[in-house]
């Protein structure tokens, strides 16, 4: 199984929904070194999630790589370096990257780098049966109560409610 | 230093800042800085989140246009529910997914 490119945007929905733990354990997580500089930063600022998220670093959880191409993607799509490491290693390593941020879905999509975010992981879970119904309705509707986009998650919340009528 | 700048305001403005002044307990020339300091950064969060909302810029490039950390920011478009990739790719993710 290839690994799991993890960007700080879905680290943090995944904390929020108590989607971590059961990621790390389905998935080989690998992050970069821009990503951990700014998990730290999070914490130093307060946040109760980054500290989550470095906790899963410390005990090896999330591995932390660093991307051969880095800068390349940085200058050929003028974007911030921490953007373009999680884009570089998910290229490097023809994986999926997790992301919630629009721009670089964009990107991805033009590299032709394949690409989850968390609504859709709730909706993975349940495709392999880790999550009831209602258990999954329940995590994405904690997503929207926690500012995730309220579409993508009413999306899926038909498809499981599909699901659960043809089932 | 900075630089003085002439302003002509208007008498409803002008008794904004005295009034302002007076509450806070500040000279008019610090009332009207502030007022330019919070304008600006109402200003910079707006364009941030316009931008980011157009899809032009990431969440960690917005940020940096809003003068904001990327967590700060975060919860920003947290507060708005704006956050997630492109509805209208929802489709193309969840058929992907099942190469993951």
Same mark, same amino acid.
């Given at each position: 199984?290839? !690994?799991?490119?993890?960007?700080?945007?879905?680290?943090?929905?995944?904390? #929020?929904?108590?989607?971590?733990?059961?990621?790390?354990?389905?998935?080989?997580?690998?992050?970069?070194?821009?990503?951990?500089?700014?998990?730290?930063?999070?914490?130093?600022?307060?946040?109760?999630?980054?500290? &989550? *998220?470095?906790?899963?670093?410390?005990?090896?959880?999330?591995?932390?790589?660093?991307?051969?191409?880095?800068?390349? &993607?940085?200058?050929?799509?003028?974007?911030?370096?921490?953007?373009?490491? *999680?884009?570089?290693?998910?290229?490097? #390593?023809?994986?999926?990257?997790?992301?919630?941020?629009?721009?670089?879905?964009?990107?991805?999509?033009? /590299?032709?780098? !394949?690409?989850?975010?968390?609504?859709?992981?709730?909706?993975?879970?349940?495709?392999?049966?880790?999550?009831?119904?209602?258990?999954?309705?329940?995590?994405?509707?904690?997503?929207?109560?926690?500012?995730?986009?309220?579409?993508?998650?009413?999306?899926? /919340?038909?498809?499981?409610?599909?699901?659960?009528?043809?089932? | /230093?900075?630089?003085? *700048?002439?302003?002509?305001? +208007?008498?409803?403005?002008?008794?904004?800042?005295?009034?302002?002044?007076?509450?806070?307990?500040? +000279?008019?020339?610090?009332?009207?800085?502030?007022?330019?300091?919070?304008?600006?950064?109402?200003?910079?969060?707006?364009?941030?989140?316009?931008?980011?909302?157009?899809?032009?810029?990431?969440?960690?490039?917005?940020?940096?246009?809003?003068?904001?950390?990327?967590?700060?920011?975060?919860?920003?478009?947290?507060?708005?529910?704006?956050?997630?990739?492109? !509805?209208?790719?929802?489709?193309? *993710?969840?058929?992907? /997914?099942?190469?993951?």
């Amino acid at each position: 199984m290839k !690994p799991l490119i993890l960007n700080t945007s879905s680290s943090l929905f995944f904390t #929020k929904i108590g989607l971590l733990r059961e990621v790390v354990e389905q998935f080989e997580v690998i992050t970069t070194k821009e990503i951990y500089d700014e998990i730290f930063e999070g914490i130093e600022i307060g946040y109760r999630d980054a500290r &989550i *998220v470095m906790q899963f670093i410390e005990d090896k959880k999330i591995k932390i790589i660093t991307a051969k191409n880095t800068e390349k &993607i940085e200058h050929e799509f003028k974007i911030k370096k921490e953007d373009a490491s *999680v884009i570089a290693l998910a290229q490097e #390593k023809e994986s999926f990257l997790a992301t919630e941020d629009r721009q670089i879905e964009k990107i991805c999509i033009a /590299m032709g780098i !394949p690409i989850i975010n968390a609504a859709a992981m709730v909706f993975l879970f349940w495709n392999r049966k880790k999550y009831t119904n209602t258990q999954a309705i329940l995590l994405l509707d904690l997503l929207i109560k926690t500012g995730y986009n309220r579409q993508i998650c009413v999306q899926i /919340m038909e498809k499981i409610l599909a699901g659960e009528k043809n089932g | /230093m900075g630089e003085a *700048v002439y302003v002509r305001l +208007t008498d409803q403005e002008l008794e904004f800042i005295n009034t302002l002044s007076k509450e806070q307990k500040i +000279t008019r020339s610090e009332a009207i800085k502030k007022l330019v300091d919070y304008a600006a950064e109402g200003l910079k969060r707006q364009k941030a989140l316009e931008s980011y909302k157009e899809g032009k810029t990431t969440i960690r490039e917005s940020a940096e246009i809003a003068g904001l950390r990327y967590f700060e920011f975060f919860d920003i478009l947290a507060k708005e529910n704006l956050l997630g990739t492109n !509805p209208e790719n929802t489709e193309l *993710v969840l058929e992907g /997914m099942e190469r993951i």
